[in-house]
């Protein structure tokens, strides 16, 4: 596979389970990021990696953790969420962190439902 | 601090019409920027980007900006809107070593 691919595409979970969102990039880059996408609301950054070690948690609640076990895979762990956390949460990787005019290549999305 | 606004939630354009999405930036500094679109299900994918080397880029599917530091504007046209160019377009700014700051989009519909 080529690109960014993401799974799963869909996921409807309850407020008590615990899911793991997956992320891998083929493309040889070593930034990779977490993106939520609200209906209404602007694109919210929420974790950036760069060479495999998180340099941004943008005051993400504790019920997501990241994980980044190379610069090819990043994983969302979610547990507790609440309804309000529903929404397409989208995976990025770029070849860096702050190179300047560096692209983000981005996932199709994981469209959360949280009941 | 940067900043990025889109006039316009909403456009709707007849199909063959010319599109013009509006697209204002704030950077302290030369900033480098970005036009994404993103189609039904789907992540988002790079239109075209500015990298200071010229002010007018030109992007994929026909679509074109101009960067203008004068109006600190980087609006998109396409000369003549396709069907297929419905979808939801973001801009987005960055400054050589600050994360990138998305606009809050602008959907476009196309008109038969």
């Known amino acids: 596979e080529t690109g960014v691919t993401q799974t799963p595409r869909h996921l409807v979970m309850g407020m008590t389970n615990k899911k793991s969102l997956k992320c891998e990039q083929h493309?040889?880059?070593?930034?990779m990021y977490w993106y939520k996408q609200s209906a209404k609301k602007p694109l919210e950054l929420m974790f950036v990696?760069?060479?495999?070690?998180?340099?941004e948690n943008n005051s993400v609640p504790s019920r997501f953790s990241p994980e980044c076990p190379n610069s090819s895979h990043l994983f969302l762990h979610l547990h507790t969420l609440q309804p309000e956390d529903s929404a397409l949460y989208l995976c990025?990787?770029?070849?860096?962190?702050?190179?300047?005019?560096?692209?983000?290549?981005f996932g199709p999305g994981t469209r959360l439902t949280v009941l | 601090a940067q900043s990025v606004t889109q006039l316009g939630s909403h456009v709707s354009v007849s199909e063959g019409a010319l599109v013009l999405l509006r697209c204002n930036y704030s950077?302290?500094?030369?900033?480098?920027l970005f036009w994404y679109v993103q189609y039904p299900n789907q992540g988002l994918q790079l239109l075209l980007k500015?990298?200071?080397?010229?002010?007018l880029v030109k992007g994929i599917n026909g679509f074109e900006a101009e960067f203008k530091k004068s109006e600190t504007s980087f609006h998109l046209t396409k000369p003549s809107a396709h069907m297929s160019d419905a979808a939801e377009y973001f801009c987005?700014?960055?400054?050589?070593?600050?994360?990138?700051?998305f606009g809050p989009g602008t959907s476009l519909s196309v008109i038969p």
């Open positions: 990025a990787s770029s070849p860096q962190t702050g190179a300047g005019t560096d692209t983000q290549y």
């Open positions: 493309l040889g880059h070593n930034a």
């Open positions: 990696y760069n060479f495999k070690e998180q340099t």
């Open positions: 950077s302290s500094v030369p900033p480098y």
């Open positions: 500015y990298t200071s080397a010229a002010t």
């Open positions: 987005a700014v960055k400054t050589s070593y600050d994360k990138v700051i």
